[in-house]
């Protein structure tokens, strides 16, 4: 059971780590460009303005990872 959390665990982080970069990426290349640099640096921003512009998929897939790697990181301390 250790080893599936802790392969829960570090995959949920990484899809969240890579659709983060993905989102800050896409806004880059849409206007206003400066909400790339602040979603990069400030998280939750990410899927809130990739929503606003067309980019549904990435941000539910942000949010997705997000909830499974929390609810990981606490079964994970049970």
Do not use: N, Q
Request: proline content about 5%; cysteine-free.
């Amino acid at each position: 059971m250790d080893s599936a959390l802790l392969g829960l665990l570090i995959g949920s982080f990484a899809v969240l780590v890579t659709t983060h970069v993905a989102l800050a990426l896409g806004l880059f290349g849409r206007t206003p460009r400066w909400r790339g640099g602040v979603a990069l640096v400030v998280p939750p921003l990410a899927p809130y303005w990739g929503m606003e512009a067309g980019m549904k998929g990435r941000a539910a897939l942000w949010i997705i990872a997000l909830f499974t790697y929390l609810t990981t990181r606490i079964l994970a301390e049970l």
